[in-house]
Every structure is written in structure tokens, then in C-alpha cells.
């Protein structure tokens, strides 16, 4: 079994940061890529990051230069830095990961979301 766990929303006001967090925990021998996708009231869920196990990063057009994704891999944990936070960016933040548990399986799992907030 793995669970990933987000925390870090919140609500904040216009041109403010957050940083979120993403805990991978259970059975896991590897993890690959890890993202940050979100969801806003009445749209579809759309991608906002991800990253390689080496460290590549890809961003959506609409968070580049404001957003940075990281992770370190001996927490099994990875990250969102948000800043210059605009309106528009607020969403429930799910973070999701393709993990190993030791067999050539690879399972893209997802946490619960996280919500933010941000406030004009």
C-alpha cells in the first residue's frame, strides 16, 4: 500500500507564496516521476509540474517563472513553491507519483488535494 499526502494549502492574499508538500509513504522501492496537477470550481484537472527522477522539471505556461517544483528523494517527498501567487491559481492541488514497489509494476498514484485560495 502507498499513500501520498499533500499539505501546505491555505489561503493567501495576491503576489503571496506557499509552498506545498508531498509525502510518499508505504511500500515503495522507487519513485519516478513525480507532478503537481489542480483542479479550479467548474474546469478540468490540468497539469502545473512535474519532475524526473534526475531533476528534469516541466511547467505549464501559466505558472512558469512563479512556480518551482522540487523533491528529495531520500524523504520520498516533493514540493510546489508558489509564488506571486494570482487569483487564477486557486484550485484544490494534487500531487501525484509513478512509484515502484520492487516489481517491474509502475503505479501513478494520487494524493487527496490540498486546497488553495488566493484572494484578490
Known amino acids: 500500500q502507498v499513500q501520498l499526502v499533500e499539505s501546505g494549502g491555505g489561503l493567501v492574499q495576491a503576489g503571496g507564496s506557499l509552498r506545498l508538500s508531498c509525502v510518499a509513504s508505504?511500500?515503495?522501492?522507487?519513485?519516478?516521476?513525480m507532478g503537481w496537477h489542480r483542479q479550479a470550481p467548474g474546469k478540468q484537472r490540468e497539469l502545473v509540474a512535474t519532475?524526473?527522477?534526475?531533476?528534469?522539471?516541466n511547467y505549464a505556461d501559466s505558472v512558469k517563472g512563479r512556480f518551482t517544483i522540487s523533491r528529495d528523494n531520500g524523504k520520498n517527498t516533493g514540493y510546489l513553491q508558489m509564488n506571486s501567487l494570482k487569483p487564477e491559481d486557486t484550485a484544490v492541488y494534487y500531487c501525484?507519483?509513478?512509484?515502484?514497489?520492487?516489481?517491474?509494476?509502475?503505479?501513478?498514484?494520487w494524493g487527496q488535494g490540498t486546497q488553495v485560495t488566493v484572494s484578490s
Open positions: 519532475i524526473t527522477s534526475a531533476g528534469s522539471t
Open positions: 501525484n507519483a509513478q512509484i515502484s514497489g520492487g516489481s517491474y509494476t509502475v503505479i501513478n498514484y
Open positions: 508505504g511500500s515503495i522501492f522507487s519513485i519516478n516521476a
